[in-house]
């Protein structure tokens, strides 16, 4: 046979077959429990393993202290505690050990710099890349392990690079198309079709399982709908549900022509880089935007960048200024199944899709939160903290007061200053004291 | 593509930094990986602004000596070896290492005199072995910031060299210095244990 032929061969039948079962159904949003089956023998393998793994460890072994422990043994009793537990005691030569034993814990261990790394699982998911800690365990896991490899690079790669690709060619020609029509109820209509159609074939190319609670609080036009940020998949997990509109900057290549292409079907606030340095002309913008009724929720991502899906930081007020009312919405990663979280310092756009590709599968949980509206007295930065704490409550993540430019910015001095005046208040509230019984 | 791997063969001259600093393998593969993590671009040192991000660090009102302790002589380059000496001062004092000890090998970095001379050092940044009333004075401020006035500093310093200082010449040297801490618990209190 000719080789030729033979790869025509291949590829036709391919494609029919990723036509008949998972592009056709998308359409109709109809689910052949596929996914669902490939997720339930996923889940009996890695409890399979995970068992495995327990059996072969001897009983000095490093599994239960990795996560959730910190690495060194803290006292966290306040200042004066730490000083050498007297009331009333004025300066010593020894109060340098309390300072300089925080600070070398802080450079040992601190909050938020493991917030920009992936988290450590508990117990080894069969991916080469969280083999941290787990040495050779027995032939037969090694076995799976490498079967896992074969199925994930040679099988779920291809099929998933497909969808992709399909599922972004048909959202750029699709709004294209659509944006052609004349503004009326049906154009929305169909947009809305090509967006939900599309994101949807892109989810499942990640072999994405996504739990949607509590459906009733989903965002409404004319709102802003406010997520923690772990990744740029957070905006396809967000947009299978429910059409938003975007607010980002405007980029070049494929991104760009993604972007373009959106905007004409639906309006997204794109802005230049240039305009986002003037924060009230962003305002001003989305002001409008949120005031015409019949436009779609802004989506927006208040950190500013992607954390490790373990813990909330701070919020940046520029979002809960604009007024309106705000939609929380928890998005909760189980990393078990594979990592979402994009380090951008370490991999880029390419990379990570790759990464992400031949994990195995993305299951995460969406909860959408009933909407909040700044209070009497409350101002932008008191009413974000709100926010952030029910986001946090909700999706089981630790709440962190740092913010999350810290990587490439400098702290604000009025926490050193809290420190310096509690300390101050120790020597010198009682040294003045002392001098005068002197 | 970034995989870690856990072999402490990945660490250079591990064998010669596990003898110098008494850390155990596991503890220097830990402290490895966060060296990793704050070395952000991957140049094989930290620089100050690597330590300087870390923001539990940059509020510490000693924060600057602290760093400047990583730098010794003005260097500008911190590698592994030279991030774990430090780091190596405070570890815990176990009975194993009194016990073991021989006589003839320079005194281990975690001994109370090191630990003792790691907190000397935060006070003398000239290096000249004297914690003047100078130096006394600019360590207070750093303390207390800009909530106690000049005055009020002045005598606190005043009184506390004066206490230690015996020889008379107005300064606190390091025997003074160690002498006046005799009875301090400094092994509990400069020491950070690394669980496993």
């Keep these: 046979m000719d080789g030729a032929e033979l790869v025509g061969k291949i590829v036709y039948t391919w494609l029919t077959l990723v036509l008949g079962f998972i592009l056709l159904p998308s359409a109709f949003g109809v689910s052949l429990g596929i996914s669902e089956l490939y997720m339930k023998i996923l889940v009996k393998t890695l409890e399979w393993a995970t068992l495995r793994i327990e059996k072969g460890v001897s009983k000095e072994s490093v599994l239960k202290n990795s996560a959730s422990v910190g690495i060194i043994q803290r006292d966290e009793s306040p200042m004066e505690k730490g000083l050498s537990g007297l009331r009333g005691r004025d300066f010593e030569l020894s109060d340098v050990f309390y300072f300089s034993k925080k600070g070398l814990e802080a450079i040992v261990e601190d909050e938020v710099t493991q917030r920009f790394s992936s988290e450590e699982l508990v117990s080894w998911n069969l991916l080469t890349r969280t083999n941290v800690n787990f040495q050779y365990i027995s032939p037969k896991l090694t076995m799976v392990w490498v079967l896992g490899v074969i199925v994930r690079y040679c099988v779920l790669l291809p099929l998933r690079v497909t969808l992709a690709f399909i599922g972004i060619s048909f959202l750029v020609i699709g709004t294209t198309l659509v944006g052609q029509l004349p503004e009326s109820s049906l154009k929305n209509r169909l947009s809305e079709l090509v967006h939900l159609t599309c994101c949807r074939i892109c989810v499942r190319a990640l072999s994405g399982t996504i739990h949607y609670h509590n459906k009733q609080y989903r965002p409404q036009k004319g709102g802003i709908c406010v997520a923690n940020h772990t990744s740029p998949i957070d905006v396809l997990i967000l947009t299978t549900d429910g059409c938003y509109a975007m607010v980002g900057q405007v980029h070049g290549g494929l991104m760009g022509i993604i972007q373009r292409a959106m905007v004409k079907a639906c309006p997204h606030v794109w802005f230049e880089r240039s305009e986002m340095k003037d924060r009230h002309l962003v305002t001003k913008r989305l002001r409008e935007h949120i005031a015409d009724k019949k436009k779609l929720p802004i989506l927006i991502f208040p950190e500013g960048t992607c954390i490790n899906n373990t813990s909330v930081m701070m919020f940046k007020k520029g979002s809960f200024e604009i007024g309106g009312t705000i939609y929380p919405v928890a998005i909760k990663y189980n990393p078990q199944f594979g990592d979402a979280f994009w380090n951008s310092s370490k991999y880029n756009m390419v990379s990570y899709l790759l990464r992400v590709m031949t994990s195995w599968a993305i299951v995460c949980d969406v909860w959408y939160m009933p909407p909040m509206t700044r209070e009497e007295g409350e101002d932008a930065v008191q009413f974000a903290n709100r926010v952030k704490s029910a986001i946090a409550i909700q999706g089981g993540l630790t709440e962190l007061p740092w913010d999350g430019g810290l990587k490439r910015a400098k702290v604000k001095d009025t926490y050193k200053e809290e420190q310096q005046k509690n300390y101050s208040k120790m020597i010198v509230g009682n040294g003045s004291l002392n001098s005068e019984l002197d | ?196």
Excluded at chain 2, 48 to 75: E, K, T, Y
Excluded at chain 2, 107 to 126: G, H, I, V, W
């Design chain 2, 1 to 196: 593509m970034g995989s870690r791997s856990s072999h402490a063969a990945r660490i250079p001259d591990v064998d010669s930094i596990r003898r110098e600093t008494g850390f155990s393998q596991a503890s220097l593969l830990r402290l490895y990986h966060r060296f990793r993590a704050l070395d952000w671009n991957e140049k094989g040192y930290l620089s100050r602004v690597d330590l300087q991000q870390i923001g539990a660090l940059a509020v510490n009102p000693l924060g600057d000596r602290i760093i400047d302790s990583f730098f010794p002589d003005g260097s500008l380059h911190l590698d592994f070896p030279g991030f774990v000496r430090v780091l190596a001062r405070f570890r815990p004092v176990d009975d194993e290492d009194n016990r073991n000890r021989d006589p003839k090998e320079p005194e281990p970095l975690n001994s109370r005199m090191n630990k003792l001379r790691f907190a000397f050092q935060l006070y003398d940044l000239d290096r000249d072995g004297k914690i003047s009333r100078q130096e006394m004075l600019q360590v207070l401020r750093l303390m207390v910031g800009v909530q106690v006035t000049e005055e009020q500093l002045e005598s606190i310093a005043d009184r506390t060299v004066q206490e230690a200082d015996e020889d008379g010449d107005g300064a606190v040297s390091f025997l003074e210095f160690a002498k006046s801490l005799e009875k301090m618990n400094i092994e509990q209190k400069m020491s950070i244990r690394i669980l496993k």
